[in-house]
C-alpha cells in the first residue's frame, strides 16, 4: 500500500517553518513528505539545522516507502530571498500561493492530507491581502463552512468564533451559526475520530455562564435554545457551563470535546497543559488539514534551535486522521 501523502506548506519564509520541515524530512516519519514551496529555502533550513536533507522535485508517483532524509517539492519560488526572523511582504504572495497549491492538491485527491506550518498574519495583511488564518482561508478556497479545533492527547477544544477582536464576539455567535458550529464539531467527531456518540460541552459566554441573566442574557437567549434544539435532534450536548471549571478533571470525564466562544478562553488552557503536543485541525473541510498550535517564533528563526515537537504532532494526527479515513472507504467499498 502506498505511504500516506502529506503536503506540507512552511508558512512565513523568514520564520521557524522551513526548519521545522526539515527535521521532519530528516527523521524516518512514515508517510511521503510534500513540501510547497522554495526548494533553495529548504535546503537552506535543512543546512541551518546541520541535517543532510535529499531534495527532489516532485513527479507525483506514489511511494510504498521513503528513505530518511529525502523530501520532495513541489517548487513555489520565493519573491525574495528570506532573512530569519525578519518578513518580507513581497513573499506574503509566495506563501499565499503555496497554500492554494496545498489546499487545491487535497480537493483534487491528490495528497491525503496538508500539514501547515504558522505563517505571519501581519506581513500578508501588510502585503495588501486580506488574511485573517489558515481557517478562514481553506474555507473560502474549499467553498465550505470550518470550524477551528486544538486537540492534545487530552483535550479536545473547538471554537464557535475564531481571530476576532472580543468586542464583536457576541455580535457573531447567533442562533444560526452556534447550530451549524455544533452540527460539524458533532459530524466530525464522528467521522474523523471515530467515536460514535460524542459528547460535547458548551461554555457559557459571559462569567459562571450569565449568572442566570445577571451577568448577560447570551446564555439564555441565544445558546440554551440551540443547546436545547440541538439534543432534540440526538446531539449530546453538556451546558452551557462556566468557563472557570468546565476543565476541572471532575467535569473532563464527562465529554469528549469543548466548544468555547472565542479563541482565549479555553486555548490557555490547552496550551499550558500540552503545547508541544498540541494540534490545530481544521473541522468541515472535505480534507484533511491539521498545523502546528504556535507561531512563527521569529526570535528562534535561523538559529537551528526550534522545537519540532508540535509539527511533528500534527503530522502524526494526519497520518492517523488518513487511516481512519483509508479504513472508512475500504469499509464502504466491500458493503
Request: aromatic letters at 4%.
Given at each position: 500500500?502506498?505511504?500516506?501523502?502529506?503536503?506540507?506548506?512552511?508558512?512565513?519564509?523568514?520564520?521557524?517553518?522551513?526548519?521545522?520541515?526539515?527535521?521532519?524530512?530528516?527523521?524516518?516519519?512514515?508517510?511521503d513528505?510534500?513540501?510547497?514551496?522554495?526548494?533553495?529555502?529548504?535546503?537552506?533550513?535543512?543546512?541551518?539545522?546541520?541535517?543532510?536533507?535529499?531534495?527532489?522535485?516532485?513527479?507525483?508517483?506514489?511511494?510504498?516507502?521513503?528513505?530518511?532524509?529525502?523530501?520532495?517539492?513541489?517548487?513555489?519560488?520565493?519573491?525574495?530571498?528570506?532573512?530569519?526572523?525578519?518578513?518580507?511582504?513581497?513573499?506574503?504572495?509566495?506563501?499565499?500561493?503555496?497554500?492554494?497549491?496545498?489546499a487545491?492538491?487535497?480537493?483534487?485527491?491528490?495528497?491525503?492530507?496538508?500539514?501547515?506550518?504558522?505563517?505571519?498574519?501581519?506581513?500578508?495583511?501588510?502585503?495588501?491581502?486580506?488574511?485573517?488564518?489558515?481557517?478562514?482561508?481553506f474555507?473560502?478556497?474549499?467553498?465550505?463552512?470550518?470550524?477551528?479545533?486544538?486537540?492534545?492527547?487530552?483535550?479536545?477544544?473547538?471554537?464557535?468564533?475564531?481571530?476576532?477582536?472580543?468586542?464583536?464576539?457576541?455580535a457573531?455567535?447567533?442562533?444560526?451559526?452556534?447550530?451549524?458550529?455544533?452540527?460539524?464539531?458533532?459530524?466530525?467527531?464522528?467521522?474523523?475520530?471515530?467515536?460514535?456518540?460524542?459528547?460535547?460541552?458548551?461554555?457559557?459566554?459571559?462569567?459562571?455562564?450569565?449568572?442566570?441573566?445577571?451577568?448577560?442574557?447570551?446564555?439564555?437567549?441565544?445558546?440554551?435554545?440551540?443547546i436545547?434544539?440541538?439534543?432534540?435532534?440526538?446531539?449530546?450536548?453538556?451546558?452551557?457551563?462556566?468557563?472557570?471549571?468546565a476543565?476541572?478533571?471532575?467535569?473532563?470525564?464527562?465529554?469528549?470535546?469543548?466548544?468555547?466562544?472565542?479563541?482565549?478562553?479555553?486555548?490557555?488552557?490547552?496550551?499550558?497543559?500540552?503545547?508541544?503536543?498540541?494540534?490545530?485541525?481544521?473541522?468541515?473541510?472535505?480534507?484533511?488539514?491539521?498545523?502546528?498550535?504556535?507561531?512563527?517564533?521569529?526570535?528562534?528563526?535561523?538559529?537551528?534551535?526550534?522545537?519540532?515537537?508540535?509539527?511533528?504532532?500534527?503530522?502524526?494526527?494526519?497520518?492517523?486522521l488518513?487511516?481512519?479515513?483509508?479504513?472508512r472507504?475500504?469499509?464502504?467499498s466491500?458493503?
Amino acid at each position: 500500500m502506498a505511504l500516506p501523502r502529506l503536503a506540507l506548506t512552511a508558512g512565513e519564509p523568514a520564520g521557524v517553518g522551513p526548519e521545522l520541515i526539515a527535521r521532519l524530512a530528516a527523521s524516518p516519519f512514515p508517510a511521503d513528505l510534500v513540501a510547497i514551496g522554495d526548494a533553495s529555502l529548504m535546503a537552506r533550513a535543512a543546512a541551518t539545522c546541520g541535517l543532510p536533507i535529499d531534495i527532489e522535485t516532485y513527479d507525483g508517483t506514489p511511494r510504498v516507502a521513503r528513505a530518511r532524509s529525502t523530501l520532495r517539492v513541489i517548487e513555489i519560488p520565493l519573491r525574495a530571498r528570506e532573512t530569519p526572523g525578519h518578513p518580507d511582504p513581497r513573499n506574503a504572495f509566495h506563501v499565499l500561493n503555496a497554500l492554494a497549491r496545498a489546499a487545491d492538491g487535497c480537493l483534487a485527491g491528490e495528497f491525503d492530507a496538508l500539514v501547515t506550518a504558522p505563517v505571519q498574519k501581519s506581513v500578508i495583511n501588510d502585503a495588501g491581502e486580506a488574511f485573517s488564518g489558515h481557517t478562514e482561508f481553506f474555507a473560502q478556497r474549499a467553498g465550505c463552512e470550518t470550524v477551528m479545533m486544538l486537540a492534545s492527547p487530552e483535550l479536545r477544544v473547538a471554537l464557535a468564533t475564531t481571530h476576532l477582536p472580543l468586542s464583536k464576539v457576541p455580535a457573531a455567535i447567533t442562533r444560526e451559526s452556534l447550530a451549524r458550529t455544533l452540527r460539524i464539531v458533532h459530524a466530525e467527531l464522528v467521522g474523523k475520530f471515530a467515536i460514535a456518540s460524542p459528547r460535547i460541552a458548551v461554555l457559557g459566554l459571559n462569567p459562571h455562564a450569565g449568572e442566570g441573566g445577571h451577568l448577560g442574557r447570551e446564555e439564555i437567549e441565544t445558546l440554551l435554545p440551540v443547546i436545547e434544539g440541538l439534543r432534540a435532534q440526538g446531539i449530546d450536548l453538556l451546558g452551557p457551563l462556566p468557563a472557570d471549571t468546565a476543565f476541572v478533571p471532575a467535569q473532563r470525564a464527562h465529554y469528549d470535546a469543548v466548544l468555547a466562544m472565542y479563541h482565549d478562553q479555553a486555548l490557555p488552557v490547552l496550551k499550558s497543559e500540552a503545547f508541544d503536543r498540541t494540534v490545530n485541525i481544521t473541522l468541515g473541510l472535505p480534507f484533511i488539514r491539521t498545523s502546528v498550535d504556535h507561531g512563527t517564533a521569529l526570535d528562534l528563526a535561523g538559529s537551528g534551535q526550534a522545537d519540532p515537537s508540535s509539527l511533528f504532532a500534527a503530522a502524526r494526527m494526519a497520518v492517523e486522521l488518513t487511516g481512519r479515513q483509508r479504513a472508512r472507504i475500504g469499509a464502504a467499498s466491500r458493503s
